[in-house]
Structures are given as structure tokens and as C-alpha cells.
């Protein structure tokens, strides 16, 4: 009778106390995970105590409610932290590990030996511990079960209200600074990259304010302050203002998301030019009701997104007032400089601009006013005057947004200056207002002319080559029509016979299967002369997509072709049934390089075909995938030097970084045994793809040392990237097959030559390097050349006579 007393007793104790707690305090929770929750939550805090801390009777959990479900843990048995040190609390060892390279302090689930393991506390929960991607609470309890510390997030209010903004899988939230606890969500923000076991100590505490504070309806400028990140995160607002701008952000899954832009109504800004005197309203899926011109009283939390200050959709109220309110002036966007003062504010481009990037699917352009086409070979380089434009609306395939190319001119640009992907961009709201002096377009591109002791060889990302059937039931798997499927079969095939002359080789990535290259081969026959072989093997990539090679039958014989997948302790979640990895590990590759071996006019080569790792969530973030995607094709080289210092190798492919950056250069000299063949292009065409309106060179072709020594020459024809996405559909226009430019190079071919040694007489063959014979490139375009060129390259008039009347469509 006594123990159920006692226990009883214990669960009714208020869980809010009222002697003073120990100085122990949350400081970061990382609850949604790049990968399985269950392995690499973890929960981090600190002890702002002034001597060791015994912790064996402290618990943490997320139950916030004695007897119920969810889980509470206490610290093992004599279990201490000491003044100032921070420690981490995952799910378990092995997950954490996978994700950091280092171990926790302690763990939830048993999985590593070195890594003590929390004790459950059934008094309290009778569950696991499980954090809610959605909303959840985390509790730290004392020896008495009392709340030392706590915080809600998302949806959930239990500890906290208003709660912690959600964030993003990948992200944490965090107390900033450490040592700032006003037991609001204003102490909390998110974190693009988690920092466990770091703490930070710069910057002020948050000013908390009040209910009847906020009822003043200040300025939009004091709640963006002079700071990057909203003094009032987490915190309840209400302002007034005029929207003055839209934008309908659609998705890769479909789903439309809707964000308003208010800025203070004129004459009631703060008066302060560093800072802004607007803000976006985050809507969610909901259509908004307001619309540009209209006042409106806004209440919400404010959150911030990826950098951009906002007002979250969760229990938001918008009101409308007035309608045909006049809108503040845009003023001019400085070419550069901080623009976080303008931010969410009418902004305008004051001088006509050069399109840097032709606009793409999902209805954007970018722009300069300097002079120059924008190049960047390593991510350290600074390329500033960029101007990203986006339309205010995705939903009706870009409606009036105009298709412009690099090179074309506009002026009148202007509207509300949001924050994404790391820029700033201006959300166009009226495309009918701009000025656009097209660009002539430049001449088709010519492919070199090959003597008969040369051959050709090309790296062509063909950008989504999918058939009509979906596979794989993703959302992510392109799904085209039969027509948009024809379509792309013939522009692909456009390039690689009349832009490339019809290479020996060609590295393909980005297919589906294949079939869909053995269709583009049948289309080129009539062009080529002959039909391409086709060498491809399925890989676990989970869009489907493949690396594959096409070659010249009447040259080339294919000897063998695998896939040479391998191992690392980087949390890829990559699935591949073909590999067994050991302990802690996961396959490297997504698509594995495609090692071929093959003979072109008797003489042996090896190409490693490759797709590296993207950089779809984030540069930073993916960087070591691709590095150790590099080193292992290094691995694959050293080998067969190893075996034979003149071994003819040939590593090409979409590497999907600079060419100055580690993972490329980790495969060429002094770095690795590899020589870039593009070098040799001149600065201003040494490109093959646009990204947020900068040149760079991303697909790859690097050579042996013997091999190198064949180079004849190299050459990117720009005919896809400085072209729009919608020129793909138009089966008249040479340009926009692809999103990718297709490297090409010319090698000499080792010939046999007789010795004649003296008696008695022996013939040895011996393979030596022609030297590189010049390449005919044609000063003029005239209808005469193009026919000999047609008959020269290829030995087929058909194709110099529908290169002529290709060229002449505009």
C-alpha cells in the first residue's frame, strides 16, 4: 500500500516547479532527418551549471504528460556533465555516426558498444521516444520529474505557445544564443545545417514582446530589423500594409504554395533605409482572396525560410480592407552590395539588361546590367550583377512570361525582391511591361572534319530521356506524351548528327533505358550512315535515369561493359542490390560509372562513363558525395596504370561541379593520374551549362597521359544551354535539345609502322601517335561549304542538304 502511495504521489507532482531548477538547458533538436528519423534524431544541451553535474536522475523525452504514451528516458547510472559542456542525445550511435563521422554522448536504442545507453523511465511513458516531423515537444525533467526546460514546435502547443516554427528535413531548430532563455519560441531558430555539439554564444536575446504591444501595428521595418534574421522569430505580429505582389511557387511534386507580398502603406514606413519595409506572407496551399493593391491587416507568426523572412501559414489571418490602393515606387536594385534592407520591397532593374540565363521551365530568367558573360570555375569565385527573374505564377505554364535566350535585352523590370536558393530574385508581376530586343541568333555550329587516322569522341547529358511508361510510380519520373517523345528523339538526334557530325563515342547520361537509345540510333541512321550500338546496364538510381554509350559499330567493337559500383561511410540511402557493403556502410553511386572496354580500328581504350551525385540538397551539403565519387573513380584508373603506364583511359561525363572544384581536380595532375582534355577551349566558350544565370563547366572529358598526347583538339557547340526550355518542343530550331552542352574531342589514332631491323630480319609492329592533324573549321557559312562539309565529314549529301535547310529556319 505504501509503494502505490508513493507512486502515486510522484505522478501528481506538478511537472512545473517552484524551487529553482538546475541550470541545464536544450539547446538544438534535430528531428527531421535526411534519412530514417528513428536512426539520427538526436536532441543536444548544456550545462550552464557552476560545478559537475550528476545526471542520473535527469530525464528526457517527449511525453509531456505523465502516464501516457510517447517516450521519456533517464541518463545512465552516474552519468555527470560539467560546467559549460555540451553533449548529444541520438536515437542511436550508428545513425548519428553515419550522418556526422563522429559518435553521441549517449544514445536512445542500443547499437554501439562505446556508446552509453539512456535508461526508459516507464513511470512517466510507456513509449518510445519518436519526434514528430509535424509538431512534437522535448522535455528535460529533473530528480523531482519537474520541468527544467522544454519546447514545442510545429503543431504542437503543449509546452510552448506559440511553438517553434517547423522546419525542413535537413534542419534543426536552435537556441540562439545558447544562454538566452525567455521560455518563448522567440529563443529558437532554424538551422540549414545542424551544428551538434556546438553551441553560440553571439548575438542579443530576443526581444519578447506582447499582445498589447503588437496592437500598435508597427512598421513592417521593426519587425525585419537591422538584423538578417527577425528580432520577433517565433513570435505573434500584426501589421498593415499593401500587397504588392504574388507568387504561385508550384513544385516537383504538383503542389502549389502561394506567397503574398505587403509592404508598408506610403508614410507609415520607419523611416529607416536599412530596413526593409516589407514582408512575405506565406499563405501554404491556400488561393489568396487579396490581390495586388489591396490593404490588408495581417497576424501571424513570424518564421524564417531558408533566409527569407517571413510570416508562417500556421493559424495565419489576413484581412482585407481597401482594394485599389496606390502601390509605394519600386526603387533601383543596386547591382551590388547588401540587399537584405530590401527585402520582400518593389524594387526595379534601372538600365536596359542582358538575359545571362534563358528562361527555363519553371518560368524564370536571370539578368545583368555589366558587360560579359558570367563565368565561375570554382565555387569560391565571385560573380556579382546577377539578377534571377521570376514569374509571379507557375500554375499556367508560365502564361505571358516571355521566352528570352542568353545575349537578348530587357528593360522594365520590376517587382517584389524575395530570398530562395541562397539568392535574390525579383518576382515579375506584370510581363506585358517589358521592353525585349531579341538577340540575332548566332550560327550553327560545324564539327570538325576527321582524317581517317583520327575519331571522335562526346559526353551528351540528354536532360530526361524517358519513355511514356511510368516505372517506377514517382511523381519525380518524367511521364512524357508519345508526341513529346518524338519530339526529343528527333532534337536528339538533331545534335549529335549536324552539331557533333556524328561522333565514334558518345557518353550519354540521363536515359532511361535501353530501347529509348536504340530509337535515337534508328533516327540517325539515315544521317550517320550507319546505326550506333548501344552499351547500357540498368543502375538502382531511383528516378530510373542511366549512363550508356553509343558507338560506331563500323569502327568500334564493344569487349566487355559493367558497372563498377563502390562503398562509403556517407549516408547516401542508396538501395543497390548489386554491392554488398560492410559495417556502417552504403553504395556510393546512385548511377555507377559504366567501365567499357573497346576497340576503335584495332587499337584498345577503357571509358568510365559517369553521373556524378547532384547537387540537390545543397552544394555544401552534397560536395563529399561527389568527392568520394571521385576518388573512387581515381581508385579505378590507379588500377589499370598499375597494370600498364600506357593504358589508353578515358573518364567523361556529367561530373555536376566546376571544373576547379575537389572532386574534379582530385582526378587530374598533380592530384590524381587524369589530364583535362577541355582545357584547351578558350575562357569565354569553355562552358556547357547555366545555373542561376552562371557559365560553367560541369560535364567532363580527361585523359591518360598517354592518351593525351593524342589530343587533336576540343570543342563545346553551344546549342542547348544558352537557349529556352520551350525551343525543345520545336522540332524546327537546331537549338535546346538538352539542358547540357555536349563536349566533343578528336583523337589521333596510334598507327602500325614497320622496323627494319638488321639481319636477321625481324618485323616488329609497334603502335606510335600520329601527329595531330589540323581541324578544318570553315570561316563562312555559305550554302556551298555546308555541302561539302555534309560530303566531307560524312559521306552522305543528305545531311549537308537538310543542314541548309535547317539553318535557314529562324
Same mark, same amino acid.
Given at each position: 500500500?505504501?509503494?502505490?502511495?508513493?507512486?502515486?504521489?510522484?505522478?501528481?507532482?506538478?511537472?512545473?516547479?517552484?524551487?529553482?531548477?538546475?541550470?541545464?538547458?536544450?539547446?538544438?533538436?534535430?528531428?527531421?532527418?535526411?534519412?530514417?528519423?528513428?536512426?539520427?534524431?538526436?536532441?543536444?544541451?548544456?550545462?550552464?551549471?557552476?560545478?559537475? @553535474?550528476?545526471?542520473?536522475?535527469?530525464?528526457?523525452?517527449?511525453?509531456?504528460?505523465?502516464?501516457?504514451?510517447?517516450?521519456? @528516458?533517464?541518463?545512465?547510472?552516474?552519468?555527470?556533465?560539467?560546467?559549460?559542456?555540451?553533449?548529444?542525445?541520438?536515437?542511436?550511435?550508428?545513425?548519428?555516426?553515419?550522418?556526422?563521422?563522429?559518435?553521441?554522448?549517449?544514445?536512445?536504442?542500443?547499437?554501439?558498444?562505446?556508446?552509453?545507453?539512456?535508461?526508459?523511465? /516507464?513511470?512517466?511513458?510507456?513509449?518510445?521516444?519518436?519526434?514528430?516531423?509535424?509538431?512534437?515537444?522535448?522535455?528535460?525533467?529533473?530528480?523531482?520529474?519537474?520541468?527544467?526546460?522544454?519546447?514545442?514546435?510545429?503543431?504542437?502547443?503543449?509546452?510552448?505557445?506559440?511553438?517553434?516554427?517547423?522546419?525542413?528535413?535537413?534542419?534543426?531548430?536552435?537556441?540562439?544564443?545558447?544562454?538566452?532563455?525567455?521560455?518563448?519560441?522567440?529563443?529558437?531558430?532554424?538551422?540549414?545545417?545542424?551544428?551538434?555539439?556546438?553551441?553560440?554564444?553571439?548575438?542579443?536575446?530576443?526581444?519578447?514582446?506582447?499582445?498589447?504591444?503588437?496592437?500598435?501595428?508597427?512598421?513592417?521595418?521593426?519587425?525585419?530589423?537591422?538584423?538578417?534574421?527577425? $528580432?520577433?522569430?517565433?513570435?505573434?505580429?500584426?501589421?498593415?500594409?499593401?500587397?504588392?505582389?504574388?507568387?504561385?511557387?508550384?513544385?516537383?511534386?504538383?503542389?502549389?504554395?502561394?506567397?503574398?507580398?505587403?509592404?508598408? =502603406?506610403?508614410?507609415?514606413?520607419?523611416?529607416?533605409?536599412?530596413?526593409?519595409?516589407?514582408?512575405?506572407?506565406?499563405?501554404?496551399?491556400?488561393?489568396?482572396?487579396?490581390?495586388?493593391?489591396?490593404?490588408?491587416?495581417?497576424?501571424?507568426?513570424?518564421?524564417?525560410?531558408?533566409?527569407?523572412?517571413?510570416?508562417?501559414?500556421?493559424?495565419?489571418?489576413?484581412?482585407?480592407?481597401?482594394?485599389?490602393?496606390?502601390? $509605394?515606387? !519600386?526603387? %533601383?536594385?543596386?547591382?551590388?552590395?547588401?540587399?537584405?534592407?530590401?527585402?520582400?520591397?518593389?524594387?526595379?532593374?534601372?538600365?536596359?539588361?542582358?538575359?545571362?540565363?534563358?528562361?527555363?521551365?519553371?518560368?524564370?530568367?536571370?539578368?545583368?546590367?555589366?558587360?560579359?558573360?558570367?563565368?565561375?570555375?570554382?565555387?569560391?569565385? *565571385?560573380?556579382?550583377?546577377?539578377?534571377?527573374?521570376?514569374?509571379?505564377?507557375?500554375?499556367? #505554364?508560365?502564361?505571358?512570361?516571355?521566352?528570352?535566350?542568353?545575349?537578348?535585352?530587357?528593360?522594365?523590370?520590376? &517587382?517584389?525582391?524575395?530570398?530562395?536558393?541562397?539568392?535574390?530574385?525579383?518576382?515579375?508581376?506584370? /510581363?506585358?511591361?517589358?521592353?525585349?530586343?531579341?538577340?540575332?541568333?548566332?550560327?550553327?555550329?560545324?564539327?570538325?572534319?576527321?582524317?581517317?587516322?583520327?575519331?571522335?569522341?562526346?559526353?551528351?547529358?540528354?536532360?530526361? =530521356?524517358?519513355?511514356?511508361?511510368?516505372?517506377?510510380?514517382?511523381?519525380?519520373?518524367?511521364?512524357?506524351?508519345?508526341?513529346?517523345?518524338?519530339?526529343?528523339?528527333?532534337?536528339?538526334?538533331?545534335?549529335?548528327?549536324?552539331?557533333?557530325?556524328?561522333?565514334? =563515342?558518345?557518353?550519354?547520361?540521363?536515359?532511361?533505358?535501353?530501347?529509348?537509345? +536504340?530509337?535515337?540510333?534508328?533516327?540517325?541512321?539515315?544521317?550517320?550512315?550507319?546505326?550506333?550500338?548501344?552499351?547500357?546496364?540498368?543502375?538502382?538510381?531511383?528516378?530510373?535515369?542511366?549512363?550508356?554509350?553509343?558507338?560506331?559499330?563500323?569502327?568500334?567493337?564493344?569487349?566487355?561493359?559493367?558497372?563498377?559500383?563502390?562503398?562509403?561511410?556517407? +549516408?547516401?540511402?542508396?538501395?543497390?542490390?548489386?554491392?554488398?557493403?560492410?559495417?556502417?556502410?552504403?553504395?556510393?553511386?546512385?548511377?555507377?560509372?559504366?567501365?567499357?572496354?573497346?576497340?576503335?580500328? &584495332?587499337?584498345?581504350?577503357?571509358?568510365?562513363?559517369?553521373?556524378?551525385?547532384?547537387?540537390?540538397? &545543397?552544394?555544401?551539403?552534397?560536395?563529399?558525395?561527389?568527392?568520394?565519387?571521385?576518388?573512387?573513380?581515381?581508385?579505378?584508373?590507379?588500377?589499370?596504370?598499375?597494370? #600498364?603506364?600506357?593504358?589508353?583511359?578515358?573518364?567523361?561525363? #556529367? =561530373?555536376?561541379?566546376?571544373?576547379?572544384?575537389?572532386?574534379?581536380?582530385?582526378?587530374?595532375?598533380?592530384?590524381?593520374?587524369?589530364?583535362?582534355?577541355?582545357?584547351?577551349? !578558350?575562357?569565354?566558350?569553355?562552358?556547357?551549362?547555366?545555373?542561376?544565370?552562371?557559365?560553367?563547366?560541369?560535364?567532363?572529358?580527361?585523359?591518360?597521359? +598517354?592518351?593525351?598526347?593524342?589530343?587533336?583538339?576540343?570543342?563545346?557547340?553551344?546549342?542547348?544551354?544558352?537557349?529556352?526550355?520551350?525551343?525543345?518542343?520545336?522540332?524546327?530550331?537546331?537549338?535546346?535539345?538538352? #539542358?547540357?552542352?555536349?563536349?566533343?574531342?578528336?583523337? +589521333?589514332?596510334?598507327?602500325?609502322?614497320?622496323?627494319?631491323?638488321?639481319?636477321?630480319?625481324? *618485323?616488329?609492329?609497334?603502335?606510335?601517335?600520329?601527329?595531330?592533324?589540323?581541324?578544318?573549321?570553315?570561316?563562312?557559312?555559305?550554302?556551298?561549304?555546308?555541302?561539302?562539309?555534309?560530303?566531307?565529314?560524312?559521306?552522305?549529301?543528305?545531311?549537308?542538304?537538310?543542314?541548309?535547310?535547317?539553318?535557314?529556319? %529562324?
Amino acid at each position: 500500500m505504501f509503494r502505490f502511495i508513493t507512486l502515486l504521489i510522484l505522478l501528481i507532482t506538478p511537472i512545473w516547479q517552484t524551487t529553482p531548477p538546475p541550470a541545464l538547458r536544450l539547446t538544438e533538436v534535430f528531428y527531421d532527418t535526411p534519412g530514417d528519423d528513428a536512426q539520427e534524431e538526436w536532441v543536444e544541451l548544456v550545462s550552464w551549471e557552476t560545478a559537475v @553535474y550528476d545526471l542520473s536522475d535527469i530525464k528526457l523525452g517527449d511525453e509531456e504528460k505523465a502516464g501516457g504514451s510517447e517516450g521519456m @528516458y533517464r541518463f545512465p547510472v552516474g552519468a555527470t556533465i560539467d560546467p559549460g559542456q555540451v553533449i548529444v542525445v541520438a536515437q542511436t550511435a550508428v545513425g548519428y555516426a553515419n550522418l556526422t563521422g563522429t559518435l553521441p554522448d549517449y544514445e536512445f536504442a542500443e547499437s554501439h558498444p562505446d556508446v552509453p545507453n539512456m535508461r526508459r523511465f /516507464p513511470i512517466w511513458a510507456s513509449g518510445d521516444l519518436a519526434l514528430g516531423n509535424g509538431g512534437d515537444d522535448v522535455l528535460l525533467l529533473d530528480e523531482r520529474n519537474q520541468i527544467i526546460d522544454a519546447i514545442s514546435y510545429g503543431d504542437s502547443t503543449a509546452v510552448l505557445a506559440p511553438a517553434i516554427g517547423s522546419v525542413l528535413t535537413g534542419q534543426s531548430v536552435e537556441r540562439i544564443p545558447a544562454n538566452c532563455d525567455s521560455d518563448t519560441a522567440a529563443d529558437w531558430q532554424p538551422q540549414t545545417r545542424p551544428t551538434p555539439g556546438q553551441i553560440t554564444l553571439d548575438g542579443a536575446c530576443a526581444e519578447v514582446v506582447t499582445a498589447a504591444d503588437l496592437e500598435t501595428l508597427p512598421p513592417i521595418g521593426t519587425i525585419q530589423s537591422r538584423r538578417d534574421a527577425s $528580432p520577433l522569430l517565433n513570435q505573434i505580429v500584426t501589421f498593415r500594409g499593401v500587397v504588392t505582389g504574388l507568387h504561385a511557387d508550384r513544385n516537383a511534386s504538383g503542389i502549389t504554395y502561394y506567397t503574398l507580398f505587403v509592404q508598408d =502603406l506610403p508614410g507609415t514606413e520607419d523611416g529607416d533605409p536599412a530596413t526593409s519595409d516589407a514582408i512575405a506572407v506565406f499563405l501554404g496551399r491556400q488561393r489568396p482572396a487579396a490581390q495586388v493593391g489591396d490593404q490588408v491587416r495581417v497576424r501571424g507568426q513570424i518564421t524564417e525560410f531558408f533566409g527569407l523572412t517571413e510570416v508562417d501559414d500556421n493559424n495565419i489571418e489576413v484581412r482585407v480592407e481597401a482594394s485599389d490602393v496606390p502601390l $509605394p515606387d !519600386p526603387l %533601383p536594385l543596386p547591382t551590388a552590395g547588401d540587399l537584405e534592407p530590401l527585402e520582400g520591397m518593389r524594387v526595379r532593374v534601372a538600365e536596359t539588361a542582358v538575359v545571362v540565363n534563358p528562361t527555363y521551365r519553371s518560368c524564370g530568367f536571370a539578368v545583368r546590367t555589366a558587360p560579359g558573360r558570367p563565368l565561375r570555375r570554382q565555387a569560391s569565385d *565571385v560573380v556579382g550583377g546577377i539578377i534571377p527573374v521570376l514569374h509571379h505564377s507557375e500554375t499556367d #505554364d508560365c502564361g505571358d512570361f516571355p521566352d528570352v535566350k542568353t545575349g537578348d535585352k530587357i528593360s522594365g523590370l520590376a &517587382g517584389p525582391l524575395t530570398y530562395n536558393f541562397d539568392e535574390f530574385k525579383i518576382v515579375l508581376q506584370q /510581363p506585358d511591361a517589358l521592353t525585349i530586343v531579341p538577340a540575332p541568333l548566332p550560327p550553327l555550329p560545324v564539327p570538325p572534319v576527321l582524317t581517317e587516322q583520327q575519331f571522335s569522341l562526346a559526353s551528351f547529358n540528354m536532360e530526361n =530521356l524517358f519513355d511514356t511508361v511510368d516505372d517506377t510510380g514517382n511523381d519525380a519520373e518524367p511521364k512524357p506524351t508519345a508526341a513529346q517523345l518524338a519530339a526529343k528523339e528527333g532534337k536528339i538526334a538533331q545534335t549529335i548528327a549536324l552539331a557533333l557530325g556524328c561522333p565514334t =563515342l558518345i557518353g550519354v547520361q540521363e536515359v532511361e533505358n535501353e530501347a529509348l537509345l +536504340a530509337q535515337v540510333a534508328a533516327r540517325l541512321e539515315p544521317d550517320c550512315g550507319f546505326a550506333y550500338a548501344v552499351t547500357h546496364r540498368e543502375s538502382a538510381d531511383g528516378r530510373g535515369i542511366d549512363v550508356a554509350l553509343l558507338s560506331d559499330p563500323r569502327r568500334v567493337t564493344v569487349v566487355s561493359a559493367a558497372l563498377r559500383q563502390g562503398c562509403t561511410r556517407i +549516408a547516401t540511402g542508396i538501395v543497390d542490390s548489386s554491392i554488398t557493403c560492410g559495417a556502417g556502410e552504403q553504395p556510393l553511386f546512385s548511377r555507377p560509372p559504366l567501365e567499357v572496354e573497346v576497340v576503335v580500328n &584495332g587499337r584498345s581504350y577503357t571509358l568510365f562513363i559517369n553521373h556524378f551525385k547532384s547537387k540537390r540538397g &545543397g552544394e555544401a551539403e552534397t560536395a563529399p558525395s561527389r568527392l568520394a565519387q571521385a576518388y573512387h573513380l581515381n581508385g579505378l584508373v590507379n588500377e589499370r596504370l598499375a597494370a #600498364d603506364p600506357t593504358a589508353r583511359l578515358i573518364v567523361l561525363g #556529367d =561530373l555536376n561541379d566546376y571544373e576547379g572544384s575537389p572532386s574534379t581536380l582530385a582526378m587530374q595532375e598533380p592530384n590524381g593520374r587524369l589530364i583535362n582534355a577541355l582545357a584547351l577551349i !578558350p575562357d569565354e566558350q569553355r562552358y556547357s551549362f547555366i545555373f542561376g544565370g552562371v557559365s560553367q563547366l560541369i560535364d567532363a572529358i580527361l585523359l591518360s597521359p +598517354a592518351l593525351a598526347e593524342e589530343l587533336v583538339t576540343a570543342t563545346i557547340p553551344h546549342v542547348n544551354a544558352d537557349f529556352p526550355d520551350s525551343w525543345a518542343a520545336d522540332p524546327d530550331l537546331l537549338f535546346r535539345s538538352a #539542358d547540357h552542352d555536349p563536349p566533343l574531342v578528336v583523337l +589521333a589514332l596510334p598507327v602500325a609502322e614497320e622496323v627494319i631491323l638488321p639481319e636477321p630480319t625481324v *618485323v616488329v609492329a609497334v603502335e606510335t601517335a600520329v601527329s595531330p592533324a589540323p581541324v578544318v573549321e570553315p570561316d563562312g557559312w555559305d550554302w556551298w561549304w555546308v555541302v561539302v562539309v555534309g560530303v566531307v565529314a560524312f559521306g552522305v549529301g543528305g545531311t549537308a542538304v537538310y543542314w541548309w535547310k535547317k539553318r535557314a529556319t %529562324p
